[in-house]
């Protein structure tokens, strides 16, 4: 399976940028990055996701390398509530169907 | 529009007894995922249904089934429950499964098995 690499653990201030980093060195053509968090064993929440280039939405900005072997998740301005751990995941096509590999993430500890 | 919902949120079991939890998918969502996720393993893939057929399928034992309906709500079924089947077990779904779509997760059922 696909596999991402990312820090364990990450703090940042609330009000200020939180920008968790992620290596897919082994990526390919036709495979996705997805980002989801996870707060204190919830369901998986759904971030953001990209191919090739950067994408933004109300939630956040995901910056993909041009030789897409990382990637770098932005939440603008963190608060208390972006405590959670954060997935980034390699998304393979063909045969497998629904499939989302999880890594043991990042625990983002925002703190005031 | 309504998320995706899981029955039940709660559940304890003993050893040997089986169980089957149900998922409700977004609507107009017809493909169904299935996670296991424990303290050591982490979140792991299960299957994958679509339009009431299994189309893929992670590595866990027989004693894990499902099944999908052909309004897509989803039942997974545990066998012959071992004390290491305890875990949040969570459904996603999407439109077809496929890359480039987003999976959402329900809030997971947590099974505790004694």
Known sequence: DAKTTQPPSMDCAEGRAANLPCNHSTISGNEYVYWYRQIHSQGPQYIIHGLKNNETNEMASLIITEDRKSSTLILPHATLRDTAVYYCIERTGGTSYGKLTFGQGTILTVHP | ?114
């Open chain 2, 1 to 114: 529009k309504a998320g995706v919902t899981q029955t039940p949120r709660y559940l304890i079991k003993t050893r040997g007894q089986q169980v089957t939890l149900s998922c409700s998918p977004i609507s107009g969502h017809r493909s169904v995922s299935w996670y296991q996720q424990t303290p050591g393993q982490g979140l792991q893939f299960l299957f994958e249904y679509f339009s009431e057929t299994q189309r893929n399928k992670g590595n866990f034992p027989g004693r894990f089934s499902g099944r999908q309906f052909s309004n897509s709500r989803s039942e997974m079924n545990v066998s012959t429950l071992e004390l290491g089947d305890s875990a949040l077990y969570l459904c996603a779904s999407s439109l077809a499964g496929v890359v480039g779509e987003t999976q959402y997760f329900g809030p997971g059922t947590r099974l505790l098995v004694l």
